[in-house]
């Protein structure tokens, strides 16, 4: 019996090509992109889940003011061993810190490395890592140990045993222990791991500094349920040992659930990377209304296609067929079109899956068999795809009367009501996409409208590990005339990349924080930041470097300064010499917050060069030259203002880029079904069409005709889409302190896209009809 | 075999009520071979219908082999068809997706019959058929001839009790039409009851008894 039906529906797909191709095509696509959000959700949502004790591991947190209470990832160095003594329900502690880059060396290379992580020698204790080559524990015990990870090893070491070689990190020597695989879904991305002893007995201030918050504090607890009992302990700890650092209040100390950590974007000042949740749950809920969305077009043509099919099933259930045996039967028709679309679908995640990974930085991977979820979601996904998309038409078709069938009464191709809902639906999923899509890329091009208070083009950017460098490099670009200005700074503008925060609370209780830059002399013009009073940092006044102070005006507005110029900071002695305009130094997501700048020229970090816009490749080849002569032997590492700026927006550029190829997918199978069931019209109504060419119809009048069924559908869409999509982009808006407001233009170009697009679907159709002979319609009964 | 007593059947719209039958009762014995005639719309096809099962009365009896069916469901009703019931359409209603040997197998597929018995037992239907040449063909390959001598196949593959013929010969030319009538003819000799609905006075006269109806109504009984 399987064999039949199974038989029966392979030929009635390669009977009816077109469709059958619509259909299939559909689904691959909506199940290719579901499977590529199924694999980045889960990753997302796996993260950290392997540590056979990650259960009982915390990370401790504090909340402190920041403008407003914020919490924060990073606590002090002494902050570990202290809890330790603390509390007995605390079995381990483990401090994680980064303190920048580090100058990694073997033979003769010499790399730069970002990812240098310090760690206590429990941290492969805690967590569970697995060691490739060589040995993990106690590998932290020594200070001139090293661990690698995978990437690193064979960065430095090729092919070759990296266990028990040399390396040189800062002109340390450390000996290679291990080598660990760090898996992907682990927010701790170490590329080399050293003995977090180096940053304490080297010096031992930081084991005194509670002031200072520079490690992730990570806990073993004796089990998850001690978590509560030691935050409500926490008050008095934080009584005893934090003191109020330049004003600000460690008020609050939590415990931070491990597995949680990569998915809590609210922390401030974090050395994990991060994600949003809300990111996956959109992603997962766009991809379920995608699939939907095609199966929809499956429903609406087999519907569309009953009375075709209707005679087979007038006969079978004559013959003897029961009703359970045709649902099985079109469930299996179902189950063949969702195994082939899937077969089709894991071949376009194949081709999509490169694009996929640039586009949310991952390294994702198909995996068949390394992983049972894979295979599960595969099966999963074809059973879903069949429950939608075979559930009513095999109710349907099953139900239908074997006697009206076998007299013709059942028409093919004319709407019913369920499929007019249905393309209701798809219309308003797809006008609701372009309109957000339309939103996002306003608010992107006003993103790049707007004046920022600064002028970041022609700005070089050089990382400058060495801040003795800065005197020579000015003294050898100083006369080259395509380079206006240098200066040089303890961070860039970026999304609080190095960015100090300073604060004090006075006697009246009033607060006041801000955001310090340290930086050097002509910082003002190099950056094109103007002054509104005062003046700049001058070399003609020596007590610039120890007591001047530029702020901006939001500053002075926030402390309501009428007149700002000589007033003390408070919380130092430092004194306004300035007021700059204010400019936005981080992403116009954000208000304009306070700034301190301040001269510090032993602690900055990079170069900053004005250059003329012409002949650039030739200045950036003499800065490098220069570079390599004054620098021995440190790489040059260098990128434009302008480029950093255009990364504050990397998260809506990314919405965006989501937002337009969902959009397109969605607009594409919803018009793959306006295509299947125009044409199921078309040839319903072969006859009447003919007639009316005869009477003089034009392509214009029929594409009305056939159209016209998709009009109510599509007003009906229209309606129902714009008050959601509203409502979401008003909040999404909300979140950026500058955004360009909510025109009607994205609401009416949405409607009049989707009105254009199903119209020339369906003209496409008709014209396709019209060209065959007339005498072949009229011919048709 | 069959019996109803004041059958009757009404099809309802919003706006208008149609009697399709109106007290009929008649009876057709084991073996016989009764033709129903009357003009277009008389209720001959509603009521092959409900003889078939393959729809219920509004009202009155039907017995069919000493069983009172007319409030039988679906199921009911498919399980005594598919057992009991071989039916040849005017148009054939073969299944275009499938062979000509898979549309004779299809009734033993649902009656659950083995696979080698199904392959015999179609084999020497195709035999007696004549159209073993054509087992792979698909229907729209075949004459409306040799299409309709796939259907009566396909009517006979399970040896039912009762074949209903609904104007068997409609779309066939006349020597055709004739071969069908042959088989026919052969299948009632051999002891299947056959009800046969004809406009045709000539292939009445194969029947042992005609049936006349006229709005719904037996007007008529006789021997051909």
Same mark, same amino acid.
């Not at chain 1, 990870?149 to 092919?159: L, P, R, W």
């Not at chain 1, 006969?315 to 299996?332: D, M, N, P, S, Y």
């Not at chain 1, 919803?670 to 009477?695: D, F, Q």
């Given at each position: 019996?399987?064999?039949?039906?199974?038989?029966?529906?392979?030929?009635?797909?390669?009977?009816?090509?077109?469709?059958?191709?619509?259909?299939?095509?559909?689904?691959?696509?909506?199940?290719?992109?579901?499977?590529?959000?199924?694999?980045?959700?889960?990753?997302?949502?796996?993260?950290?889940?392997?540590?056979?004790?990650?259960?009982?591991?915390?990370?401790?947190?504090?909340?402190?003011?920041?403008?407003?209470?914020?919490?924060?990832?990073?606590?002090?160095?002494?902050?570990?061993?202290?809890?330790? /003594?603390?509390?007995?329900?605390?079995?381990? %502690?483990?401090?994680? *810190?980064? @303190?920048?880059?580090? !100058?990694? $060396?073997? +033979?003769?290379?010499?790399?730069?490395?970002?990812?240098?992580?310090?760690?206590?020698?429990?941290?492969?204790?805690?967590?569970?890592?697995?060691?490739?080559?060589?040995?993990?524990?106690?590998?932290?015990?020594?200070?001139?140990?090293?661990?690698?990870?995978?990437?690193?090893?064979?960065?430095?070491?090729?092919?070759?045993?990296?266990?028990?070689?040399?390396?040189?990190?800062?002109?340390?020597?450390?000996?290679?222990?291990?080598?660990?695989?760090?898996?992907?879904?682990?927010?701790?991305?170490?590329?080399?791991?050293?003995?977090?002893?180096?940053?304490?007995?080297? /010096?031992?201030?930081?084991?005194?500094?509670? %002031?200072?918050?520079? *490690?992730? @504090?990570?806990?073993? !607890?004796? $089990?998850? +349920?001690?978590?509560?009992?030691?935050?409500?302990?926490?008050?008095?700890?934080?009584?005893?040992?934090?003191?109020?650092?330049?004003?600000?209040?460690?008020?609050?100390?939590?415990?931070?659930?491990?597995?949680?950590?990569?998915?809590?974007?609210?922390?401030?000042f974090d050395l994990f990377p991060k994600s949003d949740i809300v990111v996956s749950y959109v992603l997962g809920t766009l991809g379920f209304l995608l699939l939907f969305t095609a199966c929809i077009n499956f429903i609406n043509v087999t519907l569309g296609r009953s009375a075709l099919r209707g005679k087979e099933v007038g006969v079978r259930k004559t013959l003897g067929g029961t009703r359970a045996q045709l649902i099985g039967q079109f469930w299996g028709e179902a189950l063949l079109v969702g195994v082939a679309a899937l077969i089709l679908g894991l071949s376009l995640a194949h081709?999509?899956?490169?694009?996929?990974?640039?586009?949310?930085?991952?390294?994702?991977?198909?995996?068949?068999?390394?992983?049972?979820?894979?295979?599960?979601?595969?099966?999963?996904?074809?059973?879903?795809?069949?429950?939608?998309?075979?559930?009513?038409?095999?109710?349907?078709?099953?139900?239908?009367?074997?006697?009206?069938?076998?007299?013709?009464?059942?028409?093919?191709?004319?709407?019913?009501?369920?499929?007019?809902?249905?393309?209701?639906?798809?219309?308003?999923?797809?006008?609701?996409?372009?309109?957000?899509?339309?939103?996002?890329?306003?608010?992107?091009?006003?993103?790049?409208?707007?004046?920022?208070?600064?002028?970041?083009?022609?700005?070089?950017?050089?990382?400058?590990?060495?801040?003795?460098?800065?005197?020579?490099?000015?003294?050898?670009?100083?006369?080259?005339?395509?380079?206006?200005?240098?200066?040089?700074?303890?961070?860039?503008?970026?999304?609080?990349?190095?960015?100090?925060?300073?604060?004090?609370?006075?006697?009246?209780?009033?607060?006041?924080?801000?955001?310090?830059?340290?930086?050097?002399?002509?910082?003002?013009?190099?950056?094109?930041?103007?002054?509104?009073?005062?003046?700049?940092?001058?070399?003609?006044?020596?007590?610039?470097?120890?007591?001047?102070?530029?702020?901006?005006?939001?500053?002075?507005?926030?402390?309501?300064?009428?007149?700002?110029?000589?007033?003390?900071?408070?919380?130092?002695?430092?004194?306004?010499?300035?007021?700059?305009?204010?400019?936005?130094?981080?992403?116009?997501?954000?208000?304009?917050?306070?700034?301190?700048?301040?001269?510090?020229?032993?602690?900055?970090?990079?170069?900053?060069?004005?250059?003329?816009?012409?002949?650039?490749?030739?200045?950036?080849?003499?800065?490098?030259?220069?570079?390599?002569?004054?620098?021995?032997?440190?790489?040059?590492?260098?990128?434009?203002?302008?480029?950093?700026?255009?990364?504050?927006?990397?998260?809506?550029?990314?919405?965006?880029?989501?937002?337009?190829?969902?959009?397109?997918?969605?607009?594409?199978?919803?018009?793959?079904?306006?295509?299947?069931?125009?044409?199921?019209?078309?040839?319903?109504?072969?006859?009447?069409?003919?007639?009316?060419?005869?009477?003089?119809?034009?392509?214009?009048?029929?594409?009305?005709?056939?159209?016209?069924?998709?009009?109510?559908?599509?007003?009906?869409?229209?309606?129902?889409?714009?008050?959601?999509?509203?409502?979401?982009?008003?909040?999404?808006?909300?979140?950026?302190?500058?955004?360009?407001?909510?025109?009607?233009?994205?609401?009416?170009?949405?409607?009049?896209?989707?009105?254009?697009?199903?119209?020339?679907?369906?003209?496409?159709?008709?014209?396709?009809?019209?060209?065959?002979?007339?005498?072949?319609?009229?011919?048709?009964d | 075999m069959i019996r109803t007593g004041h059958l009757n059947k009404l099809y309802t719209t919003e706006e208008v009520e149609t009697t399709a039958l109106n007290d009929v009762t008649m009876a057709v014995d084991q073996g016989e071979f009764v033709a129903i005639m009357g003009p277009s719309g008389c209720g001959k096809s509603t009521l092959l219908n409900i003889l078939g099962l393959l729809d219920n009365p509004s009202g009155g009896e039907y017995y069919f082999l000493d069983q009172e069916v007319s409030g039988h469901s679906e199921r009911q009703r498919a399980n005594l068809r598919?057992?009991?019931?071989?039916?040849?359409?005017?148009?054939?209603?073969?299944?275009?997706?499938?062979?000509?040997?898979?549309?004779?197998?299809?009734?033993?597929?649902?009656?659950?019959?083995?696979?080698?018995?199904?392959?015999?037992?179609?084999?020497?239907?195709?035999?007696?058929?004549?159209?073993?040449?054509?087992?792979?063909?698909?229907?729209?390959?075949?004459?409306?001839?040799?299409?309709?001598?796939?259907?009566?196949?396909?009517?006979?593959?399970?040896?039912?009790?009762?074949?209903?013929?609904?104007?068997?010969?409609?779309?066939?030319?006349?020597?055709?039409?004739?071969?069908?009538?042959?088989?026919?003819?052969?299948?009632?000799?051999?002891?299947?009851?056959?009800?046969?609905?004809?406009?045709?006075?000539?292939?009445?006269?194969?029947?042992?008894?005609?049936?006349?109806?006229?709005?719904?109504?037996?007007?008529?009984?006789?021997?051909?």
């Amino acid at each position: 019996m399987i064999g039949n039906y199974l038989k029966t529906a392979l030929r009635n797909i390669m009977r009816s090509k077109g469709h059958s191709i619509i259909n299939i095509f559909g689904l691959s696509v909506a199940m290719a992109l579901c499977i590529l959000i199924f694999l980045l959700v889960r990753q997302e949502l796996s993260y950290d889940g392997f540590h056979e004790k990650g259960a009982n591991v915390f990370r401790v947190t504090q909340t402190a003011f920041m403008g407003e209470y914020r919490t924060i990832g990073i606590t002090a160095v002494p902050l570990a061993p202290a809890l330790e /003594d603390a509390y007995a329900g605390i079995v381990r %502690s483990v401090r994680y *810190a980064n @303190t920048g880059p580090v !100058l990694v $060396s073997y +033979e003769n290379v010499t790399i730069r490395e970002e990812t240098v992580f310090y760690a206590d020698p429990g941290f492969f204790e805690i967590l569970t890592f697995q060691a490739v080559a060589g040995y993990l524990e106690g590998a932290l015990e020594s200070r001139s140990q090293v661990v690698l990870n995978e990437k690193s090893a064979e960065k430095y070491f090729g092919d070759a045993d990296p266990v028990g070689k040399w390396l040189t990190m800062d002109d340390r020597k450390h000996l290679v222990a291990g080598v660990v695989r760090v898996p992907a879904n682990t927010i701790f991305q170490f590329d080399f791991l050293i003995s977090m002893k180096i940053l304490t007995e080297a /010096d031992g201030n930081w084991n005194r500094n509670w %002031s200072q918050s520079i *490690a992730a @504090t990570l806990v073993e !607890l004796t $089990s998850p +349920e001690v978590a509560g009992t030691l935050e409500a302990q926490f008050p008095e700890f934080v009584e005893k040992h934090f003191p109020r650092f330049r004003g600000i209040d460690a008020s609050v100390m939590g415990l931070q659930p491990l597995a949680s950590i990569y998915l809590d974007s609210s922390i401030l000042f974090d050395l994990f990377p991060k994600s949003d949740i809300v990111v996956s749950y959109v992603l997962g809920t766009l991809g379920f209304l995608l699939l939907f969305t095609a199966c929809i077009n499956f429903i609406n043509v087999t519907l569309g296609r009953s009375a075709l099919r209707g005679k087979e099933v007038g006969v079978r259930k004559t013959l003897g067929g029961t009703r359970a045996q045709l649902i099985g039967q079109f469930w299996g028709e179902a189950l063949l079109v969702g195994v082939a679309a899937l077969i089709l679908g894991l071949s376009l995640a194949h081709l999509m899956l490169p694009g996929f990974n640039g586009l949310f930085a991952k390294d994702l991977k198909i995996d068949y068999f390394d992983n049972a979820s894979t295979l599960l979601a595969l099966i999963g996904l074809t059973g879903l795809v069949v429950l939608i998309s075979g559930s009513y038409p095999a109710l349907y078709m099953s139900r239908l009367d074997p006697t009206s069938i076998l007299a013709h009464h059942v028409k093919a191709g004319a709407l019913t009501v369920l499929s007019k809902v249905l393309i209701t639906m798809q219309f308003t999923l797809s006008i609701f996409l372009m309109i957000c899509l339309l939103a996002i890329l306003r608010q992107l091009q006003y993103f790049a409208d707007q004046d920022l208070g600064f002028d970041a083009t022609n700005v070089l950017v050089v990382s400058m590990p060495d801040s003795g460098m800065l005197g020579p490099m000015r003294e050898a670009l100083d006369d080259y005339p395509q380079i206006t200005h240098i200066s040089a700074a303890s961070s860039s503008f970026g999304p609080m990349r190095g960015l100090g925060q300073i604060g004090h609370t006075d006697s009246s209780g009033k607060r006041f924080s801000a955001y310090e830059y340290h930086v050097e002399y002509d910082y003002l013009p190099t950056l094109g930041i103007a002054l509104a009073e005062g003046r700049d940092f001058s070399r003609a006044h020596a007590t610039d470097e120890t007591e001047g102070v530029i702020v901006n005006e939001a500053l002075a507005r926030e402390m309501g300064w009428e007149d700002p110029i000589g007033v003390v900071v408070p919380g130092g002695e430092a004194r306004v010499i300035g007021v700059t305009k204010d400019y936005h130094y981080r992403s116009l997501q954000y208000e304009l917050e306070p700034v301190v700048l301040r001269l510090a020229p032993d602690r900055i970090r990079f170069l900053l060069i004005r250059t003329r816009p012409e002949g650039l490749p030739q200045t950036l080849s003499t800065v490098k030259s220069v570079w390599e002569q004054i620098a021995g032997g440190l790489p040059f590492e260098y990128y434009f203002l302008e480029d950093d700026i255009g990364r504050f927006y990397q998260r809506e550029r990314l919405l965006g880029d989501v937002a337009l190829y969902i959009s397109i997918i969605t607009l594409l199978v919803a018009l793959l079904g306006v295509y299947s069931l125009s044409l199921l019209n078309i040839n319903r109504r072969t006859k009447e069409i003919g007639i009316r060419n005869v009477l003089g119809a034009s392509t214009f009048d029929t594409t009305a005709l056939i159209g016209r069924q998709f009009m109510l559908p599509l007003a009906i869409a229209i309606l129902l889409a714009c008050p959601p999509a509203y409502l979401l982009l008003r909040l999404w808006l909300g979140m950026y302190e500058f955004n360009a407001a909510l025109g009607v233009g994205e609401f009416v170009l949405a409607g009049m896209a989707a009105l254009v697009l199903v119209l020339g679907t369906v003209a496409f159709q008709v014209w396709r009809k019209n060209a065959s002979p007339l005498v072949e319609s009229l011919m048709n009964d | 075999m069959i019996r109803t007593g004041h059958l009757n059947k009404l099809y309802t719209t919003e706006e208008v009520e149609t009697t399709a039958l109106n007290d009929v009762t008649m009876a057709v014995d084991q073996g016989e071979f009764v033709a129903i005639m009357g003009p277009s719309g008389c209720g001959k096809s509603t009521l092959l219908n409900i003889l078939g099962l393959l729809d219920n009365p509004s009202g009155g009896e039907y017995y069919f082999l000493d069983q009172e069916v007319s409030g039988h469901s679906e199921r009911q009703r498919a399980n005594l068809r598919k057992a009991n019931i071989g039916f040849v359409f005017q148009s054939f209603n073969l299944i275009d997706e499938l062979t000509v040997y898979e549309n004779i197998e299809l009734p033993l597929i649902y009656l659950g019959t083995s696979k080698q018995e199904r392959k015999d037992r179609v084999d020497a239907a195709m035999a007696h058929m004549q159209i073993p040449h054509r087992r792979n063909h698909f229907p729209q390959q075949l004459s409306g001839g040799q299409q309709q001598r796939v259907a009566v196949a396909r009517a006979v593959i399970g040896n039912p009790k009762l074949i209903l013929a609904d104007e068997p010969t409609g779309n066939l030319d006349s020597a055709n039409g004739a071969e069908v009538m042959e088989l026919l003819n052969g299948l009632n000799e051999a002891g299947t009851t056959i009800i046969m609905v004809t406009h045709d006075q000539t292939l009445a006269d194969h029947a042992h008894r005609i049936i006349r109806l006229f709005d719904g109504r037996i007007v008529q009984e006789a021997a051909a």
